[in-house]
């Protein structure tokens, strides 16, 4: 499954996620804003809705704006509501979506989670 929108794209794969379990990794690119906002939000809804856990990897995105923070918080609520095991890869404080997020008043990841995700490490095997 593939996404792809004015300046954003995604796609889907497999991978060993927490606790050893099979994930759906959904790795996006470009520029996250209000141009692909219905369209990410419904990709990620539809990712979510037939899976058991779900990697989110932003390694690649190279712009933000608010909307796509709110998306990821949607996110969160929907894969917890609907007992989806979510994660997102872990990011450098210099790259630009944690860069972002903070200035725009969100607390820099904390516990272990960000956004209600639990962040971890760049393979995605964590404990």
């Known amino acids: 499954m ?13 991978e060993k996620g927490r606790k050893g379990r099979k994930s759906r990794k959904v ?6 804003t209000i141009d692909d906002a ?3 939000a419904e ?10 856990s ?3 990897d932003l390694n690649e995105v190279k712009s933000v704006d608010v909307s796509f923070f709110q998306i990821l918080l949607a996110t969160a609520k929907t894969c917890f509501l609907s007992e989806v095991e979510a994660s997102i890869v872990a990011l450098p404080d210099e790259h630009v979506v944690s860069r972002s997020a903070i200035a725009a008043g969100f607390s820099a990841p904390a516990d272990g989670f960000w ?11 964590d404990a």
């Open 27 to 32: 790795s996006l690119a470009g520029a996250a």
């Open 38 to 40: 219905v369209a990410l």
């Open 2 to 14: 593939k996404f792809t929108g004015y300046g954003m794209s995604g796609s889907v794969g497999s």
């Open 43 to 52: 990709f990620l809804r539809e990712v979510a809705s037939d899976a058991k």
């Open 54 to 56: 779900l990697i989110i």
């Open 115 to 125: 956004f209600g995700l639990a962040c971890i490490s760049n393979t995605g095997a």
